[in-house]
Structure formats: C-alpha cells, structure tokens
C-alpha cells in the first residue's frame, strides 16, 4: 500500500481585472421601486377613468386613457 499523500493547494492570486468585487453604495432597487409606484398610479388613474369612456372598446379604452394619463398632473413624469 502506498503511503498517503496530502496536497496543499497553492493560494490563488486575485484577479487583475476586479472580477468579483463588489461596488459599495449602489442602492438595491431603486429605479424599479420608481417605475413600480409610477405604475400602480397608472393603472389606479386607468380605473378611475374608464367609465368616462365605456362607449369605447377596450383597446380604444386604453389608448383614450394612455393620451389622458400623458397630460394628467397625477403622472410623475408631469410632476418634475
């Protein structure tokens, strides 16, 4: 029987190129949370707006909504 033998692994060198390393101070989300609340007004404005047009089909529905949501003051993008 042979004798046992044990390998040491030899220490890996970090890579030149910074893979791997983590950036500090980016907020996790935060864009989506923006777009996440922009959208929920939406379609909250959508609801709240479709008796107006219920002559409409529902395609046409969101398009006479979408142009009224573009000009409304409750669209964020209005807001700045």
Do not use: I
């Not at 040491?8 to 907020?27: D, H, L, Q």
């Not at 707006?49 to 009224?68: A, I, M, N, T, V």
């Amino acid at each position: 029987m042979a004798p046992a033998t044990t390998k040491t692994a030899a220490p890996k060198a970090k890579a030149a190129n910074g893979a791997g390393v983590k950036k500090a101070g980016r907020p996790k989300g935060g864009r989506k949370a923006n777009a996440r609340a922009a959208m929920a007004k939406m379609q909250a404005f959508f609801k709240e707006h479709r008796p107006k047009y219920k002559s409409l089909e529902f395609k046409d529905q969101q398009k006479k909504l979408g142009e009224d949501w573009k000009k409304s003051s409750q669209n964020p993008k209005n807001a700045a």
